[in-house]
């Protein structure tokens, strides 16, 4: 299925029993499988692995992309290539696929994720089943039920007068450097969580958090939910451990910065346009 500028809708159930051309995410471990062509990345349908069925688990629809069902599949961990395609990693798709698409892939991965991660219980170690009218799973001895798991982390673009602060970690592969963020702790509130972050990584304070935009990230389970915030006093201080460089920047003199598509992308190119 190729795809186009349209919106993704979520569901629960299908309408119908699966068709031909039905969408096939079929993940082996964390990897996609895809087919490159000279229009860009396919992802299978039905048709195209009718024999390979014996490699798949379960499939779990989850709604409708450009109005054709999506199912997402586990294979088999010794499922080979099938001829003409192979197995990619989300982070390497993230720039091989338009924006609806990745997003689709990376809803797919998360329910995947989920699911395999739920087979048991956390309070009584007993078997989990899913439940008939929800995305759940539901513990029949205990009665505990679970829903897909997501984890809230910020993301924010510091800005001091026609200056951002960015900063690289050092687990980066590359020398990009990008805005900060961090997860949520319990009990805290996103404004909280940023003025945190910000203190424990660069040793800064900010003021005026604003809220600017939000982006599902799929490794493995993230929601980051972006925000601009003003310098309010501190001298740069790196943490060595999460935070190895950062420094400020102005629009005119920006390092390698994050690839597009990316919330931390969206965050600097609103420093950029904000200043022109």
């Not at 629809?61 to 450009?66: C, D, E, K, Q, T």
């Not at 395609?85 to 989300?90: A, D, V």
Request: aromatic residues 10%; proline residues 7%.
């Amino acid at each position: 299925m190729e795809s186009h500028q349209m919106p993704f809708e979520s569901a629960f159930l299908p309408e119908s029993e699966p068709s031909a051309a039905d969408c096939l995410f079929i993940f082996r471990g964390d990897n996609l499988l895809v087919r490159e062509t000279s229009d860009g990345i396919v992802i299978p349908c039905f048709s195209d692995l009718a024999d390979r069925k014996q490699n798949f688990l379960k499939p779990h629809y989850f709604g409708r992309l450009n109005d054709t069902p999506c199912y997402v599949i586990e294979a088999d961990e010794h499922m080979s290539d099938p001829e003409g395609m192979s197995f990619l990693g989300l982070r390497q798709l993230f720039r091989l696929l338009d924006g609806p698409l990745f997003s689709a892939a990376g809803r797919a991965f998360q329910i995947l994720h989920w699911d395999r991660t739920h087979q048991f219980c956390g309070r009584c170690g007993s078997r989990t089943e899913p439940k008939a009218d929800e995305r759940a799973k539901i513990c029949r001895q205990c009665g505990l039920i679970n829903y897909p798991r997501v984890s809230p982390a910020i993301i924010v673009a510091v800005i001091k007068g026609s200056e951002i602060l960015l900063a690289r970690s050092p687990r980066y592969k590359t020398n990009a450097y990008s805005v900060l963020a961090g997860f949520v702790e319990p009990g805290e509130t996103f404004e909280e969580c940023v003025s945190r972050e910000v203190r424990e990584e660069v040793g800064i304070e900010v003021e005026n958090i604003r809220y600017l935009a939000s982006q599902p990230w799929p490794f493995p389970h993230t929601l980051m939910v972006g925000f601009t915030a003003d310098y309010a006093g501190g001298i740069i201080t790196t943490d060595n451990e999460e935070i190895s460089e950062a420094a400020w920047f102005s629009a005119e003199n920006l390092p390698v910065t994050p690839h597009p598509g990316s919330i931390s992308y969206q965050l600097i190119d609103w420093f950029v346009r904000k200043g022109r």
